[in-house]
């Protein structure tokens, strides 16, 4: 039910954490990992509202200040309704759950070492060692063929699922244990880009965090990277070639590196999105590049009155980069969407027919379990995908309905 919010209502919030970016402010909750962006009068009323000031009185006091009429009546029913207000009047008011952090025994100080300044300089060092290296014997770059490490196409597919998987939750790892340095809970879990499924890292909250700080938690997972495929190469040097080892560290090195391919789509708010979002100074590049792409459809396509462009409320610079990255935004859906439609679709179309091909006329036991084993990942990909999904897409809807119901 809604705890009503009157001008002698005194509010209690939970505990808040903050910090001056220019003329604003961050503020959030680190346990609900819920960060909004403030300006100084919105800072100076939590104030009031912390020492214990009612409605009224808050209002009045900011009234004399600024010489400005502020809603604080309002700006409560907006905090409740990101779930930063814990008591009205003594009343509890409902949130969601919190939900728990991963690795919860992962304290600050067992990585705190994370956040040394000389510490990105590894995998650069290593780099360029595995750079040299491969000038001085470029007979040892990998190539496609490389992954094909084993003349059994079962171990070929068995190891790069367990390999590729391996690095992936190592790459997410990185980025947790950085945020956990930081001071931030940080939770890894499944989610989806399109038509990708992935395994993701929610280290919201890092927005509190000097920037060399979140830069290095965004970057961990792509330093993780590129330091496996770095000391893959320098391994590859001390192995013969044809051996089990030299073809198994070749495939290991392709297996680090291919994944960055994806980190550089940033129209799907990947690792270098949210350093790009950093440098450029943007609050929400992707949410404010989708609003200004959907307006230009709008005036394009006609099929309402040209409503105002909403860059135009933003800073200057802000302005430039989110139409900027509007037209990478679309341009990229499209072709990946596009990718999928003309390749992936019809790929995985021939081969679950392939497969239940084979199922229904097949001569051999082997062949009935090639063709099982080939439908039943294929089922489990997709169902898992479509599993996170649905949570994701619950998740929204049900944040949506608590804001909504608090300006009932």
């Known amino acids: 039910m809604e705890v009503p919010v009157g001008p002698g209502s005194r509010v209690l919030l939970h505990p808040l954490s903050r910090r001056a970016d220019g003329s604003e402010w961050i503020v959030g ?6 960060f909004v962006a403030l300006p100084a009068q919105g800072v100076a009323a939590l104030d009031l509202l912390e020492q214990g000031a009612s409605v009224a009185s808050a209002q009045a006091r900011l009234h004399a200040r600024t ?7 309002e700006f409560v029913r907006d905090l409740m309704a990101l779930d930063f207000v814990a008591e009205v009047d003594g009343r509890t008011v409902p949130s969601a759950p919190v939900r728990p952090a991963s690795l919860p025994r992962l304290r600050a100080r067992h990585v705190a070492f994370l956040l040394h300044p000389l510490l990105p300089w590894v995998p650069v060092a290593l780099l360029l060692a595995a750079v040299a290296v491969l000038v001085a014997r470029p007979g040892l770059t990998p190539t496609y063929g490389d992954l ?8 070929v597919v068995a190891g790069g699922l367990i390999a590729g998987w391996s690095i992936v939750l190592v790459h997410e790892l990185a980025h947790l244990a950085v945020a956990r340095a930081a001071g931030v809970p940080g939770r890894i879990g499944f989610g989806t880009r399109l038509q990708f499924l992935v395994m993701q890292t929610d280290i919201s909250g890092i927005e509190l965090a000097p920037r060399r700080h979140r830069l290095t938690a965004y970057l961990a997972g792509i330093g993780v990277n590129l330091s496996l495929a770095s000391l893959a190469v320098l391994l590859l040097a001390l192995t013969s070639p044809g051996t089990t ?10 297996w680090a590196l291919l ?7 940033v129209f799907m708010r990947t690792d270098v999105y949210f350093v790009l979002q950093d440098l450029t100074g943007c609050r929400d590049l992707y949410g404010d590049g989708l609003a200004y792409a959907r307006h230009l459809a709008g005036r394009l ?8 462009d909403p860059s135009r409320g933003l800073p200057a610079h802000e302005r430039r980069a989110v139409r900027l990255y509007s037209v ?11 990718g999928f439609a003309a390749f992936t ?6 081969l679950v027919g392939g497969a239940w091909h084979r199922l229904g006329s097949a001569d051999s036991l082997l062949d009935v379990s090639d063709a099982v084993l080939t439908l039943a990942a294929f089922a489990a990909v997709h169902i898992v995908w479509l599993v996170v999904r649905w949570r994701t897409i619950g998740a929204r809807r049900s944040t949506r309905r608590r804001r909504n119901s608090s300006y009932a």
Not at 67 to 73: N, P, Q, S, T, V
Not at 148 to 155: F, M, Q, V
Request: hydrophobic share 50%.
């Open 29 to 34: 909750r680190r346990e609900t990992r819920v």
């Open 259 to 265: 994944p960055l391919t994806f980190q550089l789509m």
């Open 345 to 350: 679709i019809p790929a995985e179309v021939r």
């Open 328 to 338: 990478v935004l679309v341009a990229g859906t499209v072709v990946c969407l596009a």
């Open 245 to 254: 080892a030299h073809r198994l560290l070749a495939a290991t090195v392709l």
């Open 148 to 155: 094909l490490w084993s003349p059994y196409g079962t171990l």
């Open 67 to 73: 010489g400005e009429e502020l809603d604080i009546a």
């Open 301 to 308: 396509l006609r099929r309402r009155p040209a409503a105002q």
